[in-house]
C-alpha cells in the first residue's frame, strides 16, 4: 500500500526566513497531495493541495511543487511569520479510494521571532 | 456556517469503559471519515461512512471498535472495553463527495486512565 514519509521532523527558522517541507510517497497512483496545518489543540486545516496534472501551485506565501517522476512533493512557506508555528502533515492518496489519505509524521515547526 | 463538530473534545475513560465520540458533518455533507492521532504521529485512516452505510471500515481494529452514522444524528464512533493503547485523539472529517478535500472537525482527546 501506499506509504508516505515526511522530512524534517521538527524545523526551527528565523522569522523572515523560508521554511521547506518534503515529503516522498510510494504507490505512483496517488494523485492529490493536500498539506494540513495543525495548531496545538485544534484539528487540521487544509492550507493548499496540488493534484498530478500540475508540477506547483502557489498561494500568496504558500506553494507546494509536486515531481511525479521522483514520488516526492515540497512545501515551501517564504517570508515565515510567528503564526505559521504548527504541525504541518502532508498526505497522499492512492488512485482507488481518494477519501483514504495517507498521511505523513508530521513536521513541527517553530518560527522564532 | 458551522464546520465538523465533535463532540466530547476530552474523554476520560477507565480500562474496559466504553467510549462513544460524536460527530456531525458540515452543512450540505454526506460523506464521514474517523481518522485517529496517537501522541506524535500522522493521523491514520480508519473507516469511511455514508448516511446508513459503511463504505471502507480495513482501518478499524477488528475488536471493540465500532462506526455508525445513521439517518438521523450524528456519526458515532465507539469503542468498548477501552485500553490505555486506545488513548489518541480521535478526528472525524467530513466531505461533499467522496473523493477531493476532507474537512476536519478539531478532534475528540480519549485517555484511558
Known amino acids: 500500500g501506499e506509504n508516505v514519509e515526511q522530512h524534517p521532523s521538527t524545523l526551527s527558522v528565523q522569522e523572515g526566513d523560508s521554511a521547506v517541507i518534503k515529503c516522498t510517497y510510494s504507490?505512483?497512483?496517488?494523485?492529490?497531495f493536500p498539506w494540513y496545518k495543525q495548531e496545538l489543540g485544534k484539528g487540521p486545516q487544509l492550507i493548499i493541495d496540488?493534484?498530478?496534472?500540475?508540477g506547483e501551485k502557489k498561494d500568496q506565501r504558500i506553494a507546494v511543487t509536486l515531481n511525479k517522476t521522483a514520488k516526492h512533493f515540497s512545501l515551501h512557506i517564504t517570508e515565515t511569520q510567528p503564526e505559521d508555528s504548527a504541525v504541518y502533515f502532508c498526505a497522499a492518496t492512492p488512485g482507488a479510494g481518494t477519501y483514504k489519505y495517507i498521511f505523513g509524521t508530521g513536521t513541527r515547526l517553530k518560527v522564532l521571532a | 456556517n458551522a464546520g465538523v463538530m465533535q463532540n466530547p473534545r476530552h474523554l476520560v475513560r477507565r480500562r474496559g469503559q466504553e467510549a462513544r465520540l460524536r460527530c456531525s458533518p458540515m452543512k450540505g455533507h454526506s460523506h464521514v471519515y474517523w481518522y485517529r492521532q496517537l501522541p506524535e504521529e500522522g493521523l491514520k485512516f480508519m473507516v469511511y461512512?455514508?448516511?446508513?452505510?459503511?463504505?471502507?471500515e480495513s482501518g478499524m481494529p477488528k475488536e471493540r471498535f465500532s462506526a455508525e452514522f445513521p439517518k438521523e444524528g450524528p456519526s458515532i464512533l465507539r469503542i468498548q472495553q477501552v485500553v490505555r493503547g486506545d488513548s489518541a485523539a480521535y478526528f472525524c472529517?467530513?466531505?461533499?463527495?467522496?473523493?477531493?478535500?476532507?474537512?476536519f472537525g478539531e478532534g475528540s482527546r480519549l485517555t484511558v486512565l
Open positions: 461512512l455514508q448516511k446508513e452505510n459503511i463504505i471502507d
Open positions: 496540488i493534484r498530478s496534472n500540475v
Open positions: 472529517a467530513s466531505s461533499p463527495k467522496g473523493s477531493g478535500e476532507l474537512f
Open positions: 504507490d505512483s497512483a496517488s494523485n492529490y
